[in-house]
């Protein structure tokens, strides 16, 4: 009787653990995808310093800047479509932002 009560205690100690051990799992992908983007950008800034034939300190400076670099923003579809609709009124306005959204 004993040991069957240590059984069932075991087994469901077992299957609780199962979807934490899966959320560990999950978490660490997401890390791994974030040092993947670190280290692919390190690379490219290396691979930078060296077409440009730096060395030493010059390339150490330049290696940390273009690390530091963010990439640019993208304008959105409406900030867009509403620079180019900056002088129009009501429905000339309005046709001519729907026409932007549909092209862009």
């Not at 069932?8 to 653990?17: I, K, N, Q, Y």
């Not at 490219?44 to 400076?61: I, S, V």
């Not at 304008?75 to 009501?90: F, V, W």
């Amino acid at each position: 009787m004993k040991n069957l009560l240590a059984l069932a205690l075991m087994s469901a100690f077992a299957v609780a653990s199962v979807p934490s051990f899966a959320a560990d799992k999950a978490a660490d992908k997401g890390s791994d995808k974030a040092a993947n983007s670190q280290q692919n950008k390190m690379k490219e800034c290396q691979t930078q310093a060296g077409d440009k034939k730096l060395e030493g300190k010059e390339r150490q400076a330049y290696v940390n800047d273009c690390l530091k670099a963010k990439p640019e923003k993208k304008e959105s579809k409406i900030a867009m479509c509403n620079k180019q609709t900056a002088g129009m009124k009501g429905e000339e306005r309005r046709k001519a932002q729907s026409e932007c959204m549909k092209a862009a």
